[in-house]
């Protein structure tokens, strides 16, 4: 049995220029991939978590913020805003890039990449959440600890 996100957000819930998404989220499996995100429609616009093996990135744009799972339970969140994205994964922040512009348009959360392209997320999701705006490092850390 599966779950779907339909309306999962709009442009007046979802911030372009800066937020952080958040996920408590469960992989089934190391094998495979799976992805789960905001975008506007399409597989350019987006800030994107994706998981391949035990890679981990997350995905603003063409800004890719990488670490490596240790396991398939975890706290994470992505932060973007104008040259500052980060992201945190149980309790540390694990990947940090200082330039780099934001998204536009993001008005959708979706359980793929994005884009119609057939790339879903496959696994147990236990809290999701979107902020409208960057939250501080301690902020980012107490979120994801686990």
């Known amino acids: 049995m599966s779950e779907v996100c339909d309306n999962g957000g709009n ?3 979802i911030n372009s220029t800066e937020g952080v998404l958040f996920a408590d989220i ?3 499996t190391f094998t495979g991939g799976d992805y789960l995100g905001l975008n506007d429609g399409s597989n350019t616009q ?3 978590i994706e ?5 981990l990135r997350g995905n603003i744009n063409s800004i890719q913020l990488t670490s490596t ?4 339970n975890n706290k994470l969140a992505i932060k973007w805003k104008l040259n500052d994205f980060q ?3 149980n309790g540390v922040k694990v990947s940090e890039i200082t330039s780099g512009g934001v998204p536009s348009g993001l008005d959708r959360l979706e359980f793929e990449i994005g884009g119609g392209l057939g790339l879903f997320f496959y696994g147990k999701v236990k809290q999701l959440q979107v902020y409208k705006t960057a939250l501080s490092n301690s902020e ?5 600890t686990i």
């Open 26 to 28: 469960e992989f089934l």
């Open 11 to 13: 442009n007046q819930v």
């Open 46 to 48: 987006r800030v994107l």
């Open 69 to 72: 799972l240790s396991s398939l």
């Open 87 to 89: 992201m945190y994964l």
């Open 140 to 144: 980012l850390a107490t979120l994801t």
């Open 51 to 55: 998981r391949s093996g035990t890679s």
